[in-house]
């Protein structure tokens, strides 16, 4: 990411509030002073933010910008987190992460529920706290969230590959985070390849040389594990799951389900579920 990393902006937090089992907004519309986070530990609901829109579900976080209208409805009762924060640098400088908004903006999902859930159980330990001390514990977990993402999103993979024969391109771990970090919207490929300045043959046929998959398969393979643990943990219909992980529709969802699962989601559900 030309000498930027997302780990080198600190999240601290100004406000913290926890709902249970919430099943109404207040308001259909809002628009928040500082950067706020509603992070979902059971339930769902729908959203519009910026041109994004979609359903968020657990593990899944949404990040609105200051002075950006959010629209929400809770579709199934919805338990989370309000996280209002400033950034910071690591030497403790305010900042505004402008230049590189698109990380830090909309939906974000966490593959890592086991660390993920962790840190929201040590998060309502910490409600019993006076405001001070609530706040700078919650900060901590809340960094460690913001650390796993930066992990998941191929921060640090430039290390790691130094030591493999072919270590992947900076241009190319880019175009990787970035799919990870859009998969769950209505996402174009060619985009992404034009953002960095390469032919959509050409995108393909380099990322294929670095990962070993093209990029739409490396982007299904991310939405079916999504779809694989709405279908498992929540009860939303095809349709809200479809919608939720950036298909068109929950008639196409089943057909690349299908196709890839050799199973239908109907039957997956009920094959696996507990």
């Not at 990380?103 to 159980?121: D, E, H, M």
């Not at 175009?175 to 050409?202: C, E, N, V, W």
């Not at 809200?240 to 039957?267: C, D, W």
Request: net charge positive; hydrophobic share 35%; charged share 25%.
């Amino acid at each position: 990411m030309d000498g930027f990393l997302l780990s080198d902006c600190v999240p601290r937090l100004i406000y913290s509030m926890y709902w249970e089992r919430k099943d109404k907004f207040l308001f259909y519309e809002d628009t928040y002073k500082e950067w706020t986070i509603f992070a979902v530990e059971s339930g769902s609901f729908y959203y519009e933010l910026g041109g994004d829109k979609g359903i968020a579900t657990f593990g899944d976080l949404l990040i609105c910008p200051p002075k950006t209208p959010f629209r929400r409805v809770i579709v199934e009762p919805l338990t989370f987190f309000v996280l209002r924060l400033r950034w910071f640098t690591r030497e403790g400088s305010r900042m505004e992460p402008a230049e590189h908004r698109e990380f830090f903006t909309g939906k974000i999902n966490l593959q890592n529920t086991s660390r993920l859930l962790a840190n929201y159980k040590m998060m309502k330990q910490s409600e019993t706290f006076d405001t001070e001390r609530r706040l700078h514990r919650i900060s901590h977990y809340v960094q460690d969230i913001w650390l796993l993402y930066c992990g998941e999103s191929g921060e640090g993979a430039e290390s790691e590959d130094r030591i493999m024969p072919n270590k992947p391109e900076p241009i190319m771990l880019k175009a990787s985070s970035l799919i990870q970090k859009h998969a769950f919207q209505t996402i174009d490929l060619k985009q992404i390849a034009a953002m960095l300045g390469l032919s959509p043959a050409r995108f393909t046929q380099k990322f294929k040389a670095d990962f070993g998959i093209t990029p739409i398969q490396h982007l299904t393979s991310i939405r079916l594990e999504k779809a694989k643990r709405l279908l498992l943990e929540t009860t939303l219909t095809l349709e809200q799951i479809s919608e939720s992980i950036g298909y068109q529709n929950g008639y196409y969802l089943n057909r690349i389900f299908r196709k890839h699962m050799n199973v239908t989601p109907a039957t997956y559900r009920k094959t696996h579920s507990v």
